[in-house]
């Protein structure tokens, strides 16, 4: 009972309807933006965007990259064809940083000719990164005043403290590489894009990235009233692009909302009928595990599972291989005509993780318990 699917298709609308994310968020489903390279399950270039406020309808895909970082002071707030440096470098050098280092000077006048030796090798070091030839420079670790007002002056938009994950989605999605020394530039690739701008999300600003040179990047913006709700809708999101990008390498599906549990379930007890002797006894006990699917979804949802699973039971019994559990209604229905599909690699997964861990139980012989301590009495005076 396979099908085909191709990822340009919108095959996983429910997915989405996970726990909390009882809403509609159709953008999510489109997989030309999500997932839009055939045959491709890299989940890297999507990022998710965690926002306070407004509700999970407020939620949205953006093409491009988003950062949730700030621009430096009196720098550009715009940049188009970008020419992107990413760096992972001590922009920090007014302070030194070796553990119980010490230095002693015998007149004021020489401390302040330490601080300009030190704002000159600064000096040297900006020099150095602006002769790449960019004009946005991105760092991993902090940029002090000097340094940014010496990026200031010479027009180019610096960014500090992005975080390691974000700085390496950053140089996947815009072909760059993290560089730390910056003696060699010709050795160095730069990340580019189209347009870098400032957007308002809620109350807060982001950087936008346009028109980057990995064109399937994007980032999908949740909103949320709670920190729990973006959390949960977080991981709902996740589990859903999962089963997309393995959907998207494996196309072929099996109809859900318990049919397929249920036509297994039949497969292994027409097999055990035909079996002799104690293993017919196992593979019953396996028949009924997979028809414990279906109730699960049943009393997940409110209904009365003795009823459905038994009607669907009798359903399949008569031939009708289609017939599934239409949770909407409350009843059994063709599958096949509602559209419930789900992915055959999931669904594949499932069975054998849920065999593997049932095997292992059976293979523990006996359980050891230690004895408790006894407690010591207490001796009050």
Do not use: W
């Not at 509609?24 to 055939?38: A, E």
């Not at 992972?88 to 119980?100: E, L, P, Q, R, Y």
């Not at 007149?107 to 000159?120: D, F, I, N, P, T």
Request: proline residues 3%.
């Amino acid at each position: 009972m396979c099908g085909t699917i191709y990822p340009t298709d919108c095959v996983c609308g429910l997915n989405f309807s996970l726990k909390l994310m009882l809403v509609d968020l159709d953008p999510f489903t489109d997989l030309r933006f999500i997932l839009p390279s055939q045959g491709s399950g890299n989940l890297d270039a999507i990022q998710i965007i965690k926002k306070l406020g407004g509700g999970l309808r407020d939620s949205y895909l953006d093409e491009g990259f988003l950062l949730d970082k700030k621009i430096g002071v009196n720098q550009p707030k715009r940049v188009e064809n970008a020419q992107i440096l990413i760096a992972n470098t001590s922009m920090d050098a007014d302070k030194i940083k070796v553990f119980g280092a010490r230095v002693k000077v015998d007149a004021v006048s020489k401390v302040a000719e330490l601080e300009v030796a030190e704002k000159e090798k600064m000096k040297d070091k900006v020099a150095k990164i602006i002769k790449h030839n960019c004009n946005v420079f991105i760092n991993r670790q902090l940029i002090y005043n000097y340094p940014e007002q010496l990026f200031a002056d010479a027009g180019v938009m610096a960014i500090e403290h992005a975080d390691f994950e974000g700085v390496e989605r950053l140089a996947l999605v815009t072909g760059s590489e993290i560089v730390s020394t910056f003696d060699n530039p010709e050795n160095v690739k730069l990340g580019y894009c189209k347009l870098i701008e400032e957007v308002m999300i809620g109350e807060d600003k982001l950087l936008k990235f346009s028109g980057v040179a990995l064109g399937q990047a994007c980032t999908i913006v949740l909103r949320g009233a709670t920190q729990q709700i973006l959390d949960e809708s977080e991981r709902s999101l996740h589990d859903a692009l999962c089963v997309l990008s393995q959907t998207v390498k494996e196309t072929r599906t099996v109809y859900g909302a318990g049919c397929s549990e249920m036509l297994m379930a039949n497969a292994v007890t027409n097999l055990a009928a035909k079996t002799p002797g104690k293993e017919a006894v196992a593979m019953e006990a396996y028949a009924k595990a997979l028809r414990q699917l279906p109730t699960i979804i049943a009393d997940n949802a409110g209904y009365d599972s003795a009823q459905l699973i038994s009607e669907l039971r009798a359903a399949h019994t008569e031939g009708k291989t289609t017939m599934g559990l239409d949770m909407e209604n409350g009843e059994v229905n063709d599958v096949a005509q509602l559209g419930i599909t789900e992915s055959f690699q999931v669904k594949r997964q499932v069975v054998l993780s849920a065999a593997e861990a049932a095997e292992m139980i059976l293979r523990v012989d006996d359980i050891i318990k230690a004895a408790p301590r006894q407690r010591a009495p207490d001796h009050c005076m």
